[in-house]
């Protein structure tokens, strides 16, 4: 793809924010909309464009990325009267990187190839500190020709590009990917309780197993986090109950039992009740913490 050719950014949240601006430094052209002017700042200050309206973002875009929070989001975004599907130019390449659900992406992709438009649906994985780094794993559904021609956009946010199949492709990878977070965090949020409870070091704790056959993502990023006491998000537990809902729901449409996943939400949402939903994923501990007077 030309470097040159415009691209329009939906949705500069904790994520989105990073990517825009990793697209931004790479030589593309940007413009961007969000609903609060004001997160786009330092992207206008570092020469990105603001565009008024999701419409008119979308009729002056190359391509067009949106990273925004639900599934109903994405729906008014791409299908509504005022979305992208109705005022993008025939030949753009529309791709939505928010996890939303397959059936969703499949339907934007049938309604965007009526109007000439490519669509992938390409969730990412890695949080807020694989979209500052530029290194999130992105998962990929929708024709061929299409990733190749959006490639090096991609290139820009990420280390770990993979197309995984037609239309939906992506959500289904991304969900398997949160399925397996759910369960990680809750088991780094067991032991780590566990050690304390124990009246062992946890920073020790870390040391002697992160290297072994605990280790993960989540342990060795989060745990250090959980140790300090800093909840802040790399990905809100609000978004995650969201994810996991959708888990559940794909799985049922796909005749599985998931009875781990459903306990990790089961949790989840008691933190959100307790005013938990604004906090990071690895909050979990706290629900630990607070059950088992720790």
């Known amino acids: ?49 603001w565009c008024d309206t999701v419409a008119e973002l979308a009729a002056k875009a190359d391509v067009v990325i949106t990273m925004v929070g639900f599934p109903y989001d994405v729906e008014e975004v791409y299908l509504g009267t005022a979305g992208i599907i109705n005022h993008a130019r025939r030949g753009t390449y529309v791709i939505d990187m928010t996890t939303s659900t397959p059936l969703l992406a499949k339907k934007i992709n049938e309604e965007a190839a009526k109007k000439g438009i490519f669509a992938l649906d390409a969730p990412v994985s890695g949080g807020d500190i694989g979209a500052k780094e530029a290194r999130l794993s992105i998962m990929v559904g929708g024709e061929e020709a299409a990733f190749q021609a959006t490639n090096n956009v991609f290139e820009r ?28 965090i809750l088991g780094v949020s067991e032991a780590l309780a566990y050690a304390k409870k124990a009246g062992l070091d946890q920073k020790k704790v870390l040391q002697s197993i992160e290297t072994g056959a605990a280790g993960s993502f989540a342990l060795t990023n989060l745990g250090p986090r959980i140790i300090d006491g800093n909840f802040a998000p790399g990905f809100y537990i609000k978004h995650f109950i969201k994810d996991m809902g959708i888990a559940v729901q794909s799985a049922e449409e796909l005749g599985l039992e998931l009875p781990g996943l459903s306990l990790a939400k089961k949790l989840y949402e008691q933190l959100a009740e307790n005013g938990e939903e604004n906090a990071g994923t690895h909050a979990l501990y706290k629900y630990y913490i607070k059950e088992n007077g720790c």
């Open 157 to 184: 946010m990420g280390k770990n590009i993979q197309l995984q199949g037609p239309a939906g492709a992506g959500q289904y990878t991304k969900m398997v990917n949160q399925i397996a977070v759910a369960g990680t």
């Open 1 to 49: 793809m030309d470097k040159k050719q415009v691209v329009g950014f939906i949705g500069t949240g904790v994520m989105g924010k990073s990517m825009a601006t990793h697209i931004l430094n790479g030589g593309h052209q940007l413009l961007v909309y969000n609903r609060t002017k004001e997160k786009t700042g330092e992207l206008l200050d570092k020469g990105a464009r």
